[in-house]
């Protein structure tokens, strides 16, 4: 009977992803009843609800675009996310094009996009 909770033990450990570095990407759009196409890493993301979306994202850098001409992405800003931390970004549509702007800044990049910190 040990045994056989101890292998059931084991195999539940071993489901558990010990090494999960994942961190939070909170997105706010102003104005909120602008639809605007986001997309996380060429990934597409759902219109934040209200304006506001949360989403969770591995460590590392990540580059979030929109539409851009041309059917090409344009960068908005790149963002580092950090592990357990929340990168607050704030998406200015009432410009033309939108830009990011970042609760906690990184500077720049060798390509000028604006680099938010988690």
Known sequence: MRALAGMALALALAGCNMNSSVGYIEIKALPSSTALALYLDSVRLDPPRNGNALLRQKVGLSKLQTDGEGGHLAVLCT???????????????????????????????????????G
């Open 79 to 117: 963002i580092d996310v950090k592990k357990n931390r929340i990168t607050s970004v704030t998406i200015s549509t009432a410009s033309r094009p939108p830009r990011c702007q970042c609760g906690r800044s990184g500077g720049t990049d060798a390509a000028g996009y604006r680099t938010c910190v």
